[in-house]
């Protein structure tokens, strides 16, 4: 499909551009993304996050954000691939990109929060699946009550090697 495209990994430090990014590929993403309120607080909060996009032709078509907590965790705060960019890989370079700045900080677990394996949605499905072949490992439960919005936390060990010496 888009074989023959050059695509970039970069980071984005300005505020405004990060809430642009966020925006563009959340638009494109509405079985992910569809509740406003929320996307409202992921454009605007994501100004203060560390920010890698995957650019083609200039242009924002993947983006992940990080949180941390505790000095120790640096959260997928907010992951997301246009969709005709599926399964080509940006997903797993994005990660890199964040999982090296996360051991760069001295993170020593990377940890995500996403729908759970008991809601039967396929998009979260094939969500979850990316994680797991990350090296994520399902970790609990929350919303356990809520059987529209059971959520999950996923968590991932950094290697020794990688992390900050």
């Known amino acids: 499909m888009h074989a023959d495209y050059r695509m970039e990994i970069t980071e984005i430090t300005d505020p405004e551009r990060k809430s642009v990014a966020c925006a563009a590929i959340m638009g494109k993403l509405p079985g992910w993304f569809g509740i406003p309120a929320s996307n409202e607080r992921f454009?605007?909060?994501?100004?203060?996050?560390?920010?890698?996009?995957?650019?083609?032709?200039?242009?924002?078509?993947?983006?992940?954000?990080?949180?941390?907590?505790?000095?120790?965790?640096?959260?997928?705060?907010?992951?997301?691939?246009?969709?005709?960019?599926?399964?080509?890989?940006?997903?797993?370079?994005?990660?890199?990109?964040?999982?090296?700045?996360?051991?760069?900080?001295?993170?020593t677990t990377m940890a995500v929060m996403t729908v759970s394996p008991r809601n039967p949605d396929e998009g979260y499905a094939r969500t979850r699946e990316f994680y797991q072949s990350q090296g994520?490992?399902?970790?609990?439960?929350?919303?356990?009550?809520?059987?529209?919005?059971?959520?999950?936390?996923?968590?991932?060990?950094?290697?020794?090697?990688?992390?900050?010496?």
């Open 136 to 165: 994520f490992r399902l970790l609990m439960e929350f919303n356990e009550d809520d059987p529209m919005n059971p959520l999950a936390c996923m968590v991932l060990s950094l290697p020794d090697r990688l992390q900050k010496s």
């Open 43 to 107: 454009v605007n909060e994501i100004a203060d996050k560390d920010v890698f996009t995957a650019l083609v032709d200039h242009r924002p078509i993947g983006l992940i954000a990080l949180r941390y907590h505790f000095q120790t965790t640096a959260e997928i705060w907010w992951l997301g691939i246009m969709p005709e960019y599926h399964r080509q890989g940006i997903g797993r370079r994005l990660f890199d990109a964040a999982k090296t700045r996360a051991a760069q900080v001295g993170c």
